[in-house]
């Protein structure tokens, strides 16, 4: 990396990529709009001293307004509540407390307008359902080890989730009858801890997808939640006998596997044993550089399809959990937006910011339906495309895709005193108490390839103090103003630090130039300038958005034959702004390019997008894996 000084500030050259690219964000007048509807919407949105804005408050409020005011299934108390009610019917009511218990974190920590008082009356009334023994749900079931199978695990996945979220209710409520209630459904979970850890019962469980041995090994997360909780830290041992129990990803289920997989890291952050914060490392790292790991930037619902030396009978049995083909799942892609936060918080270390980045733009936002909720899109060749149903999983990623945004919003800036660091470029308003700071994405960038966002100082307690900047990997250039003026900062692991005295009013500008790169299938990547007259199959990212062609939007670019297409970006491709609007929190940028159909000739107009912007469309096609020329 080269340093360069010169009368329009200092600035970090990292490379410069062929073809101008115009970056633009919402317009003000939008931003201001899209800000006013979500108020009145009544998204609250809290977490960790930051609140949400711009397009990530219309994002939150999507799902907020979906959990409260959503219709078909509305989330009714009755409906909630039937997973342990057991009635009325209600799809997987078997995962008792599946449901209720996510809607009832998710809530917790996140409140919306009203929210309070619904969660303190469906809490009141799920309490009454608890059985003697501390469980919820199916009083039947015997947890012997000869005995239990499929129909046990999904009562423990239910009962799992349902501690977690009793336990994020207890952590914003402190509702001694919460807590009360939490501590019996432990005791009922560490009961059964031993037959369930039998060898013959994890042999017997194995290919049972989402009712499978994760549905036990996820207790780790609220065994040490409790513990938290109550003090307890004979419930620490109980967990750390789980950890071993974790079986490589073969064809498990992706969800369960990274929820397994945190609560290990939250038990590393009670205990401080370098083995857990080793095993979560290891499993992480060999997880991305793995098949099931993704070009959006995270996983599949099941893990094993992309993997060499799979038989028949492992498809098959993927294929009866997941359908006939791969596809994703909202749950998944929150688990590992929120896994490589913690790790980050955990290590320090840039690359799992980087990766939760990446998972948030282009894959968690996908992912993400115009109603709110959250689901599945059927992983095709190409990219992605619509599954055989509307594919809304209102029983669990609608919930705990909200769940992600606390964690999302815990770290955008952290620090206080002395050194306040901004680590990810999200529209939000954050306070330590006694700083004040407003964080915005600029209209539009003034040269091609740049993107502007900017950091207001409403208030400064402390007036001589270090901002530290995260220097983005898919940014050429960083260049940074104050009050307009450029200025020099200083690079130091992976952030540019200015220190000045700070006054109220005061307004910080970064100017990214954002590196435009194809990835080829096998992970390598290459620069514009080695595009040439002989077709490429590529993905391209441009700065930290992967790019797409979707079917809604460029209808003809699908006609039959199109695998065959070749898209050529041109020696000036410019990136221009989407037509405002107020109802849609897009990223708003378009990439002009042509191509030429593999079906008829000629060379046509062509508008590629982030794919993250294609959410609006449920039902479409979005190819990001197409040949470039």
Not at 9 to 32: H, I, P, T
Not at 560 to 586: C, F, M, R, Y
């Amino acid at each position: 990396m080269t340093n360069e000084q010169d009368n329009k500030g200092y600035r970090f050259n990292r490379r410069r990529f062929v073809g101008s690219a115009l970056l633009a964000g919402a317009l003000a007048e939008a931003q201001a709009q899209t800000e006013k509807k979500v108020q009145s919407a009544g998204a609250a949105i809290k977490g960790a001293g930051c609140q949400a804005a711009g397009q990530l408050a219309e994002r939150v409020g999507l799902t907020a307004q979906r959990l409260l005011s959503g219709q078909i299934p509305e989330f009714s108390r009755e409906f909630v509540l039937a997973d342990v009610a057991l009635a009325p019917e209600r799809r997987f009511n078997e995962y008792s407390g599946d449901l209720s218990g996510r809607y009832i974190g998710a809530l917790a920590l996140l409140p919306a307008r009203q929210s309070g008082q619904r969660l303190e009356a469906v809490v009141k009334e799920l309490i009454g359902h608890q059985r003697p023994d501390g469980r919820f749900g199916d009083a039947h079931l015997v947890f012997k080890a000869d005995q239990i199978g499929p129909k046990h695990m999904a009562l423990l996945w239910g009962n799992g989730r349902l501690l977690v979220g009793l336990l994020e209710y207890y952590e914003a409520s402190r509702d001694q009858k919460v807590l009360e209630t939490a501590r019996r459904l432990g005791r009922f979970l560490l009961a059964v801890r031993e037959d369930c850890s039998e060898p013959s019962v994890l042999r017997r469980l194995e290919g049972q997808g989402a009712s499978g041995y994760i549905c036990f090994t996820q207790l780790i997360e609220g065994l040490v939640l409790l513990k938290r909780a109550t003090g307890d830290v004979t419930l620490l041992k109980a967990a750390s006998s789980i950890v071993p129990l974790l079986q490589p990803r073969g064809i498990q289920h992706a969800h369960g596997y990274l929820c397994t997989l945190r609560g290990i890291l939250m038990l590393y952050e009670e205990t401080k044993e370098p083995g857990h914060l080793a095993f979560v490392e290891d499993a992480y790292r060999d997880l991305v550089r793995s098949p099931d790991f993704t070009e959006f930037g995270s996983v599949l619902e099941y893990f094993g399809w992309k993997s060499s030396g799979r038989s028949d009978a492992d498809r098959s049995t993927i294929a009866q959990a997941s359908g006939k083909e791969a596809r994703d799942e909202g749950c998944g892609h929150a688990d590992f937006l929120r896994l490589s936060l913690a790790l980050w918080k955990q290590t320090g270390k840039l690359e799992y910011l980087e990766r939760a980045e990446s998972c948030l733009w282009n894959a968690f936002y996908l992912n993400q339906f115009r109603s709110g909720d959250f689901g599945h899109h059927v992983c095709s060749g190409p990219g992605v495309k619509p599954t055989d149903n509307l594919a809304r999983a209102w029983w669990c990623c609608t919930m705990h895709g909200y769940r992600a945004f606390p964690d999302l919003l815990g770290g955008v800036v952290t620090g206080t005193g002395q050194e306040i660091r901004v680590n990810l470029y999200e529209e939000v308003d954050w306070s330590d108490g006694a700083n004040v700071l407003k964080l915005r994405r600029a209209p539009r960038g003034a040269r091609p390839g740049e993107w502007r966002f900017s950091i207001d100082v409403n208030q400064a307690a402390i007036r001589s103090a270090v901002f530290a900047l995260r220097l983005p990997r898919w940014a050429d250039e960083v260049g940074v103003l104050v009050n307009g003026q450029p200025v020099a900062i200083q690079s130091q692991e992976g952030y540019g630090k200015i220190e000045r005295a700070w006054r109220p009013g005061d307004r910080i500008e970064l100017r990214l130039g954002c590196r435009l790169v194809f990835r080829r299938e096998d992970g390598t990547t290459f620069p514009a300038e080695q595009l040439t007259a002989k077709p490429v199959q590529a993905s391209l990212m441009l700065g930290p958005w992967l790019m797409g062609v979707d079917s809604v939007r460029e209808p003809l670019f699908f006609g039959e034959p199109w695998q065959g297409n070749v898209v050529h970006l041109g020696k000036s491709a410019a990136v221009t702004p989407l037509s405002a609007d107020s109802a849609d929190p897009s990223i708003g940028l378009v990439l002009p390019a042509s191509y030429v159909h593999g079906g008829f000739t000629g060379q046509h107009s062509l508008k590629m997008r982030p794919v993250a912007d294609a959410y609006r469309h449920d039902n479409a096609i979005v190819a990001v894996w197409l040949r470039f020329g």
